[in-house]
Each structure stands twice: as C-alpha cells, then as structure tokens.
C-alpha cells in the first residue's frame, strides 16, 4: 500500500480545524497558562505569552502543519520525506523522533493533572465542596497530592481513556466529541467568568492579568510564556504535523491555523478572567500557588454559586474532555509511525506507547521532581528547539515553489511576510530567548 495514503484524511476543512482545535485546547488553557501567569507576575508575563503566540507560535504552526501535509505520514516518516525532497541530510528527521520522546514525556505528567480533573468530578458531585471556604479547598487539594494510590488510580483511568480513543482511530472517537463538547466548555467559561464579574473581584483579576509591571518579569519568565506558547498550540513535537498529514489536499492552512490559534488564545485568556476573580477574593488563595490554582479557587465558587454542585461537575467533566482530545495528540505521532513500521497494528502500537507513557505517570506521581522535571525539559527545552529546526528547515531549506504550492499562496502578499516571518523572526528569537535565559540562569 502506498505509505503516504495509509492512515486517511480528515472528512473536511473543519474537522482539522476541531481535531486540532481540541489538541490545542486543553489543559495548557485552562489549568496551566493561569497559574505559570499567577507565578509569573501576570501582565507583563501575559504580553510576552501573547507576543510569542503571534510571532512565533502562527507561522511555526503553519510551518508543522505545511511539512505534515507534504508528507502525509508520521511525523518521523514525513521529515524523512521532504529531508529526501529538498535533498537533505537525514539528520533533518531528528525533529520527528524528539517529538515522539517529547510526546510520551509530556503524556506522563498531563494524565497525572487529567487524573485530578476527573477526581473533582466526583468531589463536587458528592458536595465535597458546598460553602467552601479557601482553607477547605487547599486542603482538599493537598489530601489529594498526600494520597499516591488515589492519584494513581485516577492517572490510570485517564491514559485508558486515552488509549482507547487512538486505538479506535482518531477520526471515529475525537471529531465527534470535540465537535459537542468543546462548545459546551465555553459556554461554562462564559458563565464562570459571569460568576467572577459578579462575586469576584474582577477588577483586580484585570488588572493582575493586563497591566504590565515589567520589573515582575525575568529572564526565566520569558522563557516560560515561550515555552507555553508551543506547549498550548501542540507545537514543535509532532502532534499538529501529524494531524497535518491528514488535512485535506486544498484547504488553505494560513486560514485554518489562525483560526486554531484564535481559539486557542481566547479559552486561555477566558480561563484566566474566570480564575484570577476568585482568587483575589479569597483569603488564602494566592496568584502565586502554583500547579493547584484552578483546583482550589474555582472550587470556593462553585461551593457558594447557586446551582454550583452541577456546574462545577460539569466544569471538571468539560475539562477532562479537553484533556483528552489534547492527550491523543500525545501518542499519535508515535503510534502513526509503529504502524507505518508494518510490524504493528493500531491497537499494539497504541497500547505499547499507552503504556510507556502511565509507567512516566507512576514516576511522576511517586516523585514531584519527576513531574516539574518532565515539565521543564519538555515545555521549555525541547518544543522550543523543536519548533526552532521547524522554522529553519521550512523557511530557509524547503524549496520555495514547494512551500508556496502548499501555502497555496504564491501571489498572496500574506505569504511574503509569513516567509519572512519564519525565516528571519521566529528562529532568533526562539533562539535569542533560550540563550539568554540559560545565560541568566549560569552567571544571572
Ligand atoms: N496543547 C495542549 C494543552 O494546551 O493542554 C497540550 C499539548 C497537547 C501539548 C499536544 C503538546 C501536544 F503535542
């Protein structure tokens, strides 16, 4: 069979667009970017979040999606391809395997928080959290992250739930849930912004998040909003080439990924408006506490909201969704290729890589360092470099009339300054930013 056609093609333009949509709404949104901003310093932080996603996150995002779909296999066998194409070194195919490595890593601490999620589903269902004040819900967290065995049973329902949807094939399980569910998530976003409006202090939650106090920001926070800025677009390792390579032969991909990249944008700005309100109006909830922000303060809302039990039930069961659709991103590179091998079937492949990925899980549950550990090398070492080699090799090595011909863009003037864009801005300033935050961090 030929390789490039095995693994299908999405039914439409938009089913990309929700497939990638949900990889990149997730957990990155909803629980990350708030609390990476609260530790951050907020403003400023935020500025240099959304200056990275327009600089570098949307033209590198196209660049991965433009080299998936050139090459219509797994991110490995792709990069061989157009490598072979421009007649490179085979080097070049580095970038699909650090993805499938950086993939897998990332899996072993995200199913561990999506393991979280789903525990709060039940908490608030069983009115765990009814007049919750700061004190109850931090402690509830921290009985949480006390208790390895809980954790480790939640964690692994996750990354079965994750292993069952890739088995059946992206296209049947995801499309469709993302398709009703993501929309529904928003809805509660709305609502629990509403709730911040109204109860919360808005005003200081605003002013954390928009006003710029640049002498809050470090060399290692600017470092992190880059890092963020691939981790929540699903860039620089593999998952959106991946879902490249199914995209349709003539749907426009400047289009369709600055959709993505809008959205995407919007729900993490949103969750933070939801978020921060509640914080600033509860004593003994900080900006600055770190990986537990969303699962202590929104609890304290949903316990005193009318109508809360359900809201903040469904709340958990919408961000666990958005977990998963981010999660089969994770493996898919990975599993694309095993079957690409012809020496497994999907379901093998899935459940091997299934499997390496809760083993990183266990780790990263029996020990914190284990967890910050795959979080840092990940989001702000390899997805950085990854999406680094992505700009050089689309901008400058890539023959231009193969680039243009899938940006379908010769004559558009769009296409120039993406070009120039991704040759000339986003490298160096990925490159300028992990230089000068390793510096601070030798000699700072
Ligand atoms: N973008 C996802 C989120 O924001 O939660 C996380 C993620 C998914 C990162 C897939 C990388 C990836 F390949």
């Not at 992505?390 to 231009?400: N, S």
Request: glycine residues 12%; aromatic residues 14%.
């Amino acid at each position: 069979m030929d390789k490039r056609k095995m693994h299908g093609v999405w039914a439409s333009r938009w089913t990309f667009i929700l497939a990638a949509t949900g990889s990149a709404v997730g957990l990155g949104n909803i629980w990350k970017f708030p609390y990476i901003a609260g530790e951050n310093g907020g403003g400023a932080f935020v500025l240099i979040y959304l200056l990275c996603i327009a600089l570098i996150g949307i033209p590198v995002m196209m660049a991965e999606v433009l080299i998936g779909r050139r090459g219509r296999m797994s991110p490995i066998n792709a990069m061989r391809y157009v490598t072979s194409e421009a007649g490179l070194h085979g080097g070049w195919t580095a970038i699909g395997w650090m993805g499938v490595v950086a993939g897998l890593m990332i899996m072993a601490f995200y199913s561990v928080v999506a393991g979280w999620a789903v525990n709060y589903i039940f908490a608030l269902a069983s009115g765990e959290f009814s007049s919750a004040v700061g004190t109850v819900s931090t402690g509830y967290f921290d009985a949480l992250l006390a208790n390895n065995g809980k954790q480790a049973m939640w964690h692994s329902i996750f990354s079965f739930m994750t292993f069952a949807v890739v088995a059946a094939g992206v296209t049947r399980g995801l499309g469709m849930v993302a398709r009703v569910l993501m929309p529904f998530l928003f809805v509660v976003l709305i609502l629990l912004l509403g709730y911040g409006v109204v109860e919360g202090d808005f005003a200081a939650a605003f002013r954390f998040l928009f006003e710029f106090h640049f002498e809050k920001l470090t060399w290692n926070g600017v470092l992190v909003a880059l890092g963020h800025a691939f981790f929540t677009l699903s860039l620089g390792m593999g998952a959106i080439m991946a879902y490249g390579a199914y995209m349709p032969d003539h749907s426009s991909i400047g289009r369709t990924i600055i959709t993505v990249g809008l959205l995407d944008t919007v729900v993490a700005l949103v969750a933070g408006l939801a978020i921060f309100p509640i914080v600033f109006a509860t004593p003994g909830i900080e900006p600055g506490s770190g990986p537990g922000l969303m699962f202590v303060s929104l609890p304290v809302a949903f316990g005193s909201m009318p109508l809360g039990l359900i809201f903040g039930t469904l709340f958990f069961m919408l961000v666990t969704v958005a977990a998963w659709s981010s999660a089969v991103s994770l493996i898919e590179p990975g599993v694309a290729w095993l079957v690409e091998t012809g020496k497994f079937n999907r379901i093998k492949a899935t459940f091997l890589l299934a499997f390496v990925a809760w083993c990183g899980g266990l780790a990263s549950i029996w020990n914190g360092a284990i967890f910050n550990a795959l979080d840092f090398l990940t989001a702000q070492i390899m997805l950085p470099l990854g999406g680094l080699f992505i700009a050089v090799f689309v901008g400058w090595l890539m023959k231009r009339d193969v680039v243009a011909k899938e940006m379908d863009g010769e004559e558009h003037p769009l296409f120039e300054i993406w070009r120039f864009v991704l040759r000339y801005i986003s490298p160096v300033l990925v490159a300028l930013v992990m230089g000068l935050s390793l510096y601070s961090k030798l000699f700072g």
